[in-house]
DNA sequence: CTAAACCATAGAGTATACTCTAAGGTCAAG
DNA sequence: CTTGACCTTAGAGTATACTCTATGGTTTAG
C-alpha cells in the first residue's frame, strides 16, 4: 500500500499538520515512521480522517470519537455500544435544545417588553431581568 | 453606605472570591480599597453580581456582559442598543437549535438504522455514517 | 553541494471562565 | 504579641481543540 507523507495528507485531508500530529497524540491515529522519524501514513489515514470529522460534526469530542474509532477497530465491537454512546448524544442534544428554547423564550419575551427606542435603558425590562432574575421577582432596589 | 470585604461579599452573592477577583481584572466590577489595599465593595456590588448571574443564564459571555453592565452605568444608554445586543442572542440561540435539531435527527435515523444487537460493528450504519459522512454518499471503500 | 521545501520535537499561545498555588501582608481575639 | 483567619499579588493549572514558535534534522531539485 502506497505510504505518504503527513504534508501530503494534510492536502489530501484539508486537515492541518499540526491538527494530525495533535490527534496522534490523542491516539486517534497512528502512522508509521520512515527511518529518518518521518510519520508515514497509510490508506486507512483518510478514511480515519474522513470519520472524525463525520463525528465531530455530530459534537462527538476528540475522546469519545477515539472511543468510537477503538470499537471500529476492535474484534470484539457490539452495535450495542455505538447505539448506547449515540443514544447519550441525543439526550445532550435534547438537553441544549430544550435550554436554548427556554432562552431563546424569555428574551423573546423580553424583546416584546422593551420599548426599543432611544430613551434610557434605566428602566429597561431587558437589563431589569437580568438583574432581579427570573427567580426572585421582586428584591429590593439596593 | 456600607463597605464588605471580598470574603462576605462572597458568602452573600456564592460566588468565589477567586471569581470577583476575575471579574474585577475583566472589568465587571470596581471596588474599592482600604488603606492596606483589601478590596471594600458597595451596595451596587451584590446588584452586579445578580446582573451578571441572570446574564450568564441567558448565554451572555462575560464579555459581553461587560458591555451591557457599561450600558447599564452610562447616561447615554439606550434601549435600542441592548435590544440590538438581545436580538443577537435570539439569533444565536435559534441557529444552534437549528443544528442541534439536525444532529439529533441524523443521530436518530442512525439509531433507527442499527440492529443495536451484540453482532459486530463491521457493518454498523452509525461507524459507517461516521466515515462516509452525509455529504458523499458513496466514497471508496479505502 | 547547496538551498528550498519539508519534516521532527517540545512547549507556549488562543479562547472562555474560572480555580488553585505560592509567598507574603493585615486584622481581630486573647 | 502571637495565632489564626483573612487579605494581597502574580502566575500556573483545568478543559477542549487546536495553532504557532523555536530549533534543528531530512529530502529533493538544480
Known amino acids: 500500500m502506497k505510504k505518504i507523507t503527513i504534508g501530503v495528507l494534510s492536502k489530501q485531508s484539508g486537515v492541518s499538520a499540526d491538527t494530525l500530529r495533535y490527534y496522534e497524540r490523542l491516539g486517534l491515529i497512528k502512522p508509521l515512521r520512515s527511518a529518518s ?3 508515514h501514513y497509510g490508506s486507512d489515514a483518510l478514511r480515519i480522517l474522513c470519520f472524525i470529522r463525520g463525528a465531530k460534526a455530530l459534537h462527538f469530542t476528540l475522546q469519545e470519537i477515539g472511543d468510537l ?3 471500529d477497530a476492535s ?3 457490539t452495535c450495542a455500544a ?3 454512546k449515540t443514544a447519550t ?3 445532550e442534544a435534547e ?3 430544550e435550554e436554548l428554547h427556554e432562552i431563546k423564550k424569555l428574551l423573546e ?3 416584546k417588553a422593551c420599548p426599543g427606542d432611544e430613551t434610557s435603558a434605566e428602566a429597561c425590562p431587558i437589563l431589569d431581568h437580568l438583574c ?3 427567580s426572585h421577582k421582586h428584591a429590593e432596589h439596593a
Open 82 to 84: 455505538v447505539l448506547k
Open 109 to 111: 419575551k423580553l424583546t
Open 69 to 71: 474509532l477503538f470499537l
Open 75 to 77: 474484534d470484539k465491537t
Open 89 to 91: 448524544k441525543i439526550r
Open 95 to 97: 438537553e441544549k435544545i
Open 37 to 39: 522519524g518521518y510519520r
Open 132 to 134: 432581579h432574575g427570573p
